[in-house]
């Protein structure tokens, strides 16, 4: 549901090894290369599946319509577009680390610091210019 290039994938390279780094460090968890690079790959795998599948800048231009004139609505889109990935992203690695039982517990405890790093990384993205742009 999006247009893919080489920077889109590269975001979604930077988100993965963001979100799943700190997800990693708010658990706990020792940053071990055993672990952490799976886990790596599953956020950006399922980041990928759910760009395929949910069109996410639909959705954010629809809640954001009546900022059509503001400032704001490109931080309120990005806003939008991250708590659909970072909430699908940290559900999967949750029921990924502990299974299913304890996925929930275990998701809240970092949710919110996650939804906040996401957003973060993603509006520093997305002031970084294209190649096109200069």
């Excluded at 549901?1 to 997800?23: E, F, G, P, Y």
């Amino acid at each position: 549901m999006c247009k893919w290039n080489v920077r889109l994938l590269v975001n979604d390279i930077v988100l993965a090894l963001v979100i799943n780094t700190s997800a990693t460090l708010l658990a706990g968890a020792p940053l071990e290369w055993g672990s952490w690079y799976p886990y790596t790959c599953v956020a950006f795998t399922t980041n990928v599946i759910a760009q395929l599948l949910i069109p996410t800048v639909s959705i954010a231009n629809s809640l954001t319509r009546r900022l059509d004139h503001s400032a704001l609505r490109p931080y309120v889109g990005v806003f939008v577009e991250n708590l659909i990935f970072v909430t699908i992203i940290s559900l999967t690695e949750a029921a990924t680390q502990v299974g299913m039982a304890d996925m929930i517990p275990t998701w809240w405890s970092t949710y919110l610091w996650l939804v906040l790093i996401g957003y973060v990384t993603s509006v520093v993205l997305s002031k970084i210019p294209s190649k096109s742009q200069g």
